[in-house]
């Protein structure tokens, strides 16, 4: 919502319908293997590898007693790996190497608050040190170096929990010493030096204002300021090793976001540009930080070279066919690289690029049990909006409704329309778990970039402003009709769901537009705009404003107003179709109460749902055992509803967590359970 560093059949006669209806909508053709949820859900054999800064070791996270944990090998022999830290329950997903190569850093949280802790594990071995021991408190990496290689620069909000003060990290001993005292600063930018150069404050109009450094001191003129409008598509991406230029992602004076280059004297530079998506990701060289080449993400993505530095390696790596690449890590040297290939259709592999004999050798497939599973391609398309808005969607089909492959439906088949969060995030082109997982139980998957998504320039992003619950809500009908009219599904077959804001546009969408879906499938949502608001976390302060331009003013009678119309709480006695809702109690963004809210205002009107809470997560499912125990309500969930496949609940919950509050019965094998 930064760093290295997502039952009811209401009464006998809706059952009645609903069994019908399952019996004649169309099936997944028998010939196509169910792949089973914990090849999909459960733990990777290996992800997020990484080169150490001087090439000579590989770390990697892998589960460990089925937990996922730090891994390290040689460089020369990935084999010989060996796990590092020994977690036995929250998994480690974030890590990053020291700038000496002599440990791993990662940060972790407990039970999904979010408060998360800086940890570091020695590659020859050791127990985990925890760098900052302090409750409450969320740690921010601010800034490492190239030269400097025996600490690193984090913030921490262990005096006010509003702001990170500046604190430099001593990595052998652990001592923190204080860098800069934050008063009201949102954000820095730090230099090779391990100096702080810019300190950004918030604008009582939602922008920014960024200020130069000068010995600790902030200056009164801001270096760079922008308003609301700027908010989320202008900031610094980087400052080369040298210090004397900065790299923006700026908007100011365009639509889409710029690359721009500003040398020492505060003249901007054009980089690089794309008028139809913001420009904000970038490879940066890693010993001297200029800038090398950048992304363009509009359907899919690519890398496009900024001179001629890695404009060969770049197009040796396109000419390989594995699929849209990212490069993940570099030595200092750079003459090794990390790179993931993504074929959609198959799992995503990770290969060592060796830079000067221009050889890839494979690291490791992540799902390899996925290899030769019955995978669909993804098809990105646009869809315009019923105001002339082009929305970037990707669709899902089950191989039966695309025998041919060339990416048009067959014939039509029930639907799945699966919303993103944020709602200042975007759906991308890739393999997508959900995705295949609901495209191999039979249904057709459409993820919309609706209106406020960001990628997409200024005026779509600020097109969503106060428009949750309205137009936000009209491009995922107009989504729907969209794919009604081009043969993928038929009006009466169409399930909504998603995690965060995509819970709830399922809210919203079974709330306002009672008729619509099928039924709905709510992650983690809130259900009332005022409340969710009103307990956000305190180190959000910096992007207060922002989200109260976005979404309505709850300092104001006006904005309540506004935030009250647009809650789904308050029309939750119009939904008539199948609910589940999905909950981590520790969630800090969208407390339990919002879930609580709308099953308490469900079951006073005696409308049926079903709630499952998961008391050792937060905003999400992290843990693949309460992951697959979710998912196996939702298919079995879903099943009745759109007429699709479903893996049989079985054992899935025995490992979990869950807890089912309320609507056992309306789920096929769910009350056997409890």
Known sequence: MPSKTKILLAATGIALAAATAALAAPKA????????????????EKTGGLLSPDGKWISFIAPRDGVLNVWVAPAADPA????????????????FWAPDSRQILFVNDKGGDENFRLYGVAVDGGAARDYTPFDKVRV?????????????????????????????????????????????????????????????????????DWFRVTNGTVEATPLVSYGHDDSLTTAPLGITTDGKTIYWMDSRDRDTSAIMAQDANGKMTLVAQDPRVDVRRALFNPGTGTIEAYQQDYLRSEYVPVGDAVKADLAFLKAQNKGEFTVTSRTEADDKWLVAFDPVSAPASTWVYDRRAKTLKQLYVSRPALVGAPLVPMIPTVIRS???LDLVSYLTLPKGADANGDGTADRPVPMVLFVHGG???RDGYGYNSYHQWLANRGYAVLSVNFRASTGFGKKFLAAGNMEWGRKMHDDLLDAVDWAVKRGVTTKNKVAIMGGSYGGYATLAGLAFTPDTFACGVDIVGPSNL??????????WEAGKQQMYRRMGDPTTPEGQAILKERSPLFAADKIKRPLLIGQGANDPRVNIRESDQVVDAMRAKNIPVTYVVFPDEGHGFARPVNNIAFNAVTENFLA?????????????LKGSTAEI?????????LGATN
């Open 530 to 539: 005022n409340t969710l608001l009103a307990a956000i976390p305190p180190y």
């Open 423 to 425: 709602p200042w995030g």
């Open 29 to 44: 053709p028998g010939d196509v293997p169910l792949i089973e949820r914990t090849k999909l859900f459960g733990n990777p």
């Open 386 to 388: 019923r105001d002339g």
């Open 640 to 652: 009745p509803c759109l007429g699709g496949r479903a893996e049989p609940i079985g054992d899935a």
């Open 80 to 95: 010989a790996a060996r796990p590092l830290t020994a977690e036995k329950i929250r998994p480690i997903r974030q890590t």
């Open 140 to 208: 921010m990496p601010i800034g490492e170096s190239t030269t400097i290689k025996d600490r690193i620069l984090i913030g921490l909000n262990n005096r006010d929990p509003r702001w990170h003060d500046v604190y430099s990290l001593d990595l052998a001993t652990g001592k923190l010493t204080l860098v800069m005292r934050n008063e009201g600063y949102g954000g820095f930018l730090a230099d090779d030096a391990l100096t702080v150069r810019l300190a950004s404050r918030p604008r009582p109009d939602g922008g920014d």
């Open 661 to 669: 509050r309320h609507g056992a019965s309306y789920v096929t094998g």
